[in-house]
Nanobody
Framework: QVHLVESGGGLVQAGGSLRLSCADS????????MGWFRQAPGKEREFVAS????????SYADSVKGRFTISRDNAKTAVYLQMNSLKPEDTAVYYC?????????????????WGQGTQVTVSS
């Protein structure tokens, strides 16, 4: 079983930073591609960023390019999302997801495992 647990969300002012963490409380996901998604009230869950199993390949939604950075530490079975220059439009519940494939893209359906989400609120 893969059990993903997110942490690091909270309330921050526009222009501030947060670092989200995702850890596997069960088996390791060191060989899984990982992704971050977010969902705001009334909106579809949307892709934010993904990273290959080795960490050598990353992908970002256009809306967060240059501001967010995804990384992973396979030894710790953890994945991170560093969020800088936050905007009110970034407000959402952020979800960590895992795909047993080595590389995954932006489609929600590609991911097999999901965390419970962590709330990020950016005030203006």
């Amino acid at each position: 079983q893969v059990h993903l647990v997110e942490s690091g969300g909270g309330l921050v002012q526009a222009g501030g930073s947060l670092r989200l963490s995702c850890a596997d409380s069960g088996r390791t996901f060191s060989t899984y591609a990982m992704g971050w998604f977010r969902q705001a009230p009334g909106k579809e869950r949307e892709f934010v960023a993904s990273i290959s199993w080795s960490g050598s390949s990353t992908s970002y939604a256009d809306s967060v390019k240059g501001r967010f950075t995804i990384s992973r530490d396979n030894a710790k079975t953890a994945v991170y999302l560093q969020m800088n220059s936050l905007k009110p439009e970034d407000t959402a519940v952020y979800y960590c997801a895992a795909d047993q494939r080595l590389v995954a893209g932006p489609a929600v359906a590609e991911y097999e495992y999901w965390g419970q989400g962590t709330q990020v609120t950016v005030s203006s």
